[in-house]
């Protein structure tokens, strides 16, 4: 991955905690790097944060990153991921569209997950942004305006995809289940918060002994992809530990 232009001229600082940041305290932007790791049982994904610190309001509103993809690997929004799989012309492409964006191999399979969008200003605002994709460039738009309190910070972070997680892709991208349940699967996985997020809560409940039992406890949109999902053997061998 390519670092946004603001990085591009500086050969950066290694912080004690082994962030590596570009740029000096008095530009307009400086970028962040930091490995990340986050582990559930055996759900275990390793990745790369990129802390972007926006200033002031001379600054780019546009941050991009060109992705060095293997051959047949691609970047794609959720939204178009999942509505190009459900492929049905009533298909309201809002109600599968997790905020992703996903790096996919050449078999359609989710590979790498880079999380949502966000940014928030100096006072703990929201502050409006989303990601562009072109072919391998990946960009995020923070739309800050005259009523936002610098500095912003905005953080997309990349994501080396656990087995479990895969799992769940596979059962998406494939023909394990029918596609109305599909379409059902992927509105499941927005309403936790993305395929990392509900990967992670399938290997709890295998953790916690009766699967079954914990999505019943869960509820919600928990339990009703419980329901279609864990009697799939590659869920059970992959989320199991």
């Not at 490995?35 to 275990?44: A, F, I, M, Q, Y």
């Not at 780019?60 to 012309?89: R, V």
């Not at 339990?223 to 864990?230: D, G, M």
Request: with cysteine.
């Amino acid at each position: 991955m390519k670092l946004p232009i603001e990085a591009s001229d500086d050969d950066g600082i290694l912080t004690k905690n082994g962030t590596m940041i570009y740029g000096k305290e008095d530009d307009a932007v400086t970028i962040g790097v930091q490995p990340l790791k986050d582990e559930t049982g055996n759900v275990s994904f390793e990745g790369v944060r990129t802390l972007i610190t926006i200033n002031e309001s001379t600054a780019s509103k546009e941050y991009t990153f060109a992705y060095d993809l293997p051959e047949g690997y691609s970047l794609i929004t959720a939204k178009d991921y999942y509505c190009d799989i459900i492929d049905n012309e009533a298909v309201n492409e809002n109600d599968y569209d997790t905020g992703e964006v996903y790096i996919v191999n050449k078999d359609n399979v989710i590979d790498t997950v880079i999380d949502a969008a966000w940014a928030v200003d100096a006072n703990g605002n929201d502050v409006d942004t989303y990601y562009v994709v072109n072919e391998n460039i990946l960009t995020q738009v923070v739309n800050f305006d005259e009523k936002t309190t610098f500095p912003v910070i905005a953080d997309p972070s990349a994501w080396k995809i656990a087995k479990c997680a895969a799992a769940i892709g596979l059962i998406v991208a494939g023909t394990v289940i029918a596609a109305a349940k599909v379409a059902k699967v992927v509105k499941y996985i927005k309403t936790l918060g993305g395929v990392k997020k509900a990967a992670k809560l399938v290997a709890l409940a295998y953790a916690a002994g009766d699967a079954k039992k914990y999505a019943r406890h869960i509820g919600g949109s928990f339990k009703n992809l419980c329901e279609i999902i864990l009697g799939i053997d590659t869920i059970k061998s992959q989320c199991k530990f």
